[in-house]
């Protein structure tokens, strides 16, 4: 049996090649030493938060207007929305301008390739994703560990103004809506108030309570003293002994109090009082814009205290996450682990010198120049 087909032979040609293993061997220790020396330090800085829930932002739970409790920690849907925002491009370009990546990396700006490579770049050394407790870790890694520090921190503070502004941005078309819709009744209760004033001042009906109560009290007046009038007149003119005068007086009266009734069912006004048939017809009318004036007034207080809930939530800094760690400055890198690089490089090359002394003692009979002429 040939040597080459079994494991003597095996050990026979890696004993042949044993120099040239050894040598790449070594060079490979070398070389992957070197370079690992010329290797910058990475360190990693790490934040931790959940996202907080909506409900904080909420008007009704804020002032107590309602019985539902609040909860303090966002859903999975909450949790979903922070990890988007915490991969959104416009944290990236937050994160280049804030600390001048283009300069930090040595990126030429003016690049064309420039704005994809600095991006690049960042998401190669920046890691946003959901922990198994269910909680965002944001980690940046930076050959400066106090950077590194500061970036993930600023990096949380964008997350939650992004998350805030999503929020806000919601409060912000409640509030314009209800601005809205009070100039719109504003503008109807002036036109109510004109309305109510004008017929107030047409029919001379300002309190209808008491200029009711007043017109019945004189008109049932005026109706007993026309009937008492009129029967002391019967009885009176038949009685020769009584004073003329007296019953002049008698017959003056009742014709005031006649004309007190004729002014009061009159169907003109007479410019100073108001009659009955005009108190009647204007009544209706004053009581409904009365009534519509009051609906108005108080829809327009209740939006006035719904807004001003609503300007006091959008103006109140409300967190959109809840910090559980902040970033502080690693103390130790987080790569290159360089004994882990020395020693896969020398194992790399030692498993190829090998491989290839394989390769080429089986095919060292081979007469490649037949193979290329095609014989």
Do not use: C
Not at 49 to 62: I, R, T
Not at 187 to 212: C, H, K, N, V, W
Not at 284 to 295: A, G, K, N, W, Y
């Amino acid at each position: 049996m040939d040597n080459r087909d079994n494991l003597l032979g095996v050990f026979q040609t890696l004993y042949r090649w044993r120099k040239t293993i050894r040598n790449v061997t070594f060079l490979a220790l070398a070389g992957s030493v070197v370079f690992s020396l010329f290797l910058d330090n990475y360190y990693q800085a790490t934040t931790i938060f959940y996202p907080a829930s909506p409900q904080l932002a909420n008007p009704e739970l804020m002032f107590g207007n309602t019985g539902q409790v609040t909860e303090y920690y966002g859903s999975d849907r909450d949790l979903d929305r922070m990890a988007e925002i915490a991969t959104s491009q416009e944290l990236e370009d937050f994160m280049v301008t804030r600390f001048r990546l283009y300069e930090h990396y040595g990126i030429d700006s003016a690049a064309k390739q420039g704005p994809f490579k600095v991006r690049k770049i960042f998401r190669s050394l920046y890691k946003a994703e959901k922990n198994k407790n269910d909680a965002i870790e944001v980690s940046i890694e930076d050959t400066d560990p106090k950077m590194a520090a500061e970036m993930a921190n600023a990096a949380r503070g964008k997350i939650n103004e992004l998350g805030q502004r999503l929020i806000k941005g919601s409060q912000y078309q409640l509030l314009a809506a209800f601005e809205n819709n009070i100039n719109r009744k504003k503008t109807e209760l002036d036109m109510l108030s004109d309305s109510l004033r004008r017929t107030q001042a047409f029919f001379g009906i300002y309190d209808p309570t008491a200029q009711g109560e007043q017109l019945s009290e004189q008109l049932s007046t005026a109706e007993s003293e026309i009937a008492r009038g009129r029967a002391r007149l019967d009885v009176l003119e038949k009685n020769p002994a009584i004073p003329r005068d007296t019953i002049a007086y008698i017959r003056a009266n009742l014709i005031a109090y006649e004309s007190q009734r004729r002014q009061l069912m009159s169907t003109e006004p007479d410019g100073s009082n108001i009659t009955i048939k005009r108190f009647n017809e204007g009544l209706p009318r004053i009581s409904v814009l009365q009534d519509l004036h009051f609906q108005s007034r108080k829809q327009l207080g209740y939006d006035l205290e719904r807004y001003n809930q609503i300007k006091a939530a959008y103006d109140t800094d409300i967190p959109a996450l809840l910090v559980v760690e902040a970033a502080d400055p690693p103390l130790e890198k987080s790569r290159p682990k360089r004994s882990i690089l020395v020693i896969a490089a020398v194992a790399a090359a030692f498993f190829f010198t090998l491989l290839a002394a394989l390769i080429a003692d089986a095919y060292r009979d081979m007469r490649w120049s037949d193979i290329v002429r095609g014989e």
